[in-house]
């Protein structure tokens, strides 16, 4: 079946640096890819996505990039505080549903 | 602006009893409903997902059941729950035209 692959695991960086995240996809008609944040506790939040039609997108901090020959699509996180601090998850639409494929997580540590 | 609910926030069940977690969604019509568990330290499982009334399509064999009794609201069900069916349930809405998937605040079930 179709997969999203998510590295790294866990991730720790010094108040300030940049974070990135990368994640492959198997479905090569996907065409949506979003990325949630997820607090302890409480329900995943979309913070960014991206559809195919287009490369990157920025919002402030947060940027995603996609390369659909690859197919890869990437999360960076620049200036990070000690509240990016959380699991971080990539998805991927699977063609023809309604459905995403997550990856696994990465979770996110600013060290202060 | 478009909200979800889910309640209860946590609940603690024997093993052997029955099982009701109900989700409602606000501000919008003819949703797309979802069902997710989360184990803890994991990723998203599909569960269910609805794309109307009485429409449900199951992702995983198990003794989970959904039904959707009405439009915005979508409720996950068992008759008899099992110690692996602990875990963090959410329910997800997204609109039928564009792909993004919106998150409640989750259910934390605990079987003993």
């Known amino acids: 079946g179709e997969n999203v692959e998510q590295h790294p695991s866990t991730l720790s960086v010094q108040e300030g640096d940049s974070a990135v995240i990368k994640c492959t996809y198997s479905?090569?008609?996907?065409?949506?890819f979003p990325w949630y944040k997820q607090e302890l506790g409480k329900g995943p939040q979309l913070i960014i996505d991206?559809?195919?039609?287009?490369g990157e997108k920025k919002d402030q901090r947060i940027a995603v990039t996609l390369n659909k020959t690859a197919k890869h699509f990437s999360l960076h996180i620049t200036e990070t505080q000690p509240e990016d601090s959380a699991v971080y998850f990539c998805?991927?639409?699977?063609?023809?549903?309604?459905?995403?494929?997550f990856g696994t997580g990465t979770r996110l540590k600013v060290l202060a | 602006s478009q909200t979800i609910h889910q309640w209860p926030a946590t609940l603690v069940q024997p093993v052997g009893s029955p099982l009701s977690l109900e989700c409602t969604v606000e501000?919008?019509?003819?949703?797309?409903l979802y069902w997710y568990r989360q184990a803890a330290g994991r990723g998203l499982q599909l569960l269910f997902y609805?794309?109307?009334?009485?429409?449900i399509s199951s992702e995983v064999p198990q003794n989970l059941s959904a039904s959707r009794p009405q439009d915005r609201q979508f409720i996950l069900s068992s008759k008899k729950l099992l110690l692996s069916d602990s875990g963090f349930y959410l329910c997800?809405?997204?609109?039928?035209?564009?792909?993004?998937?919106?998150f409640g605040p989750g259910t934390r079930l605990t079987v003993t």
């Open positions: 609805s794309v109307g009334i009485g429409q």
């Open positions: 479905d090569s008609a996907s065409n949506y």
């Open positions: 501000g919008t019509s003819n949703p797309n």
């Open positions: 998805a991927a639409s699977l063609s023809g549903t309604y459905k995403y494929i």
């Open positions: 997800a809405w997204s609109g039928t035209v564009l792909y993004e998937q919106y």
């Open positions: 991206i559809r195919s039609n287009v």
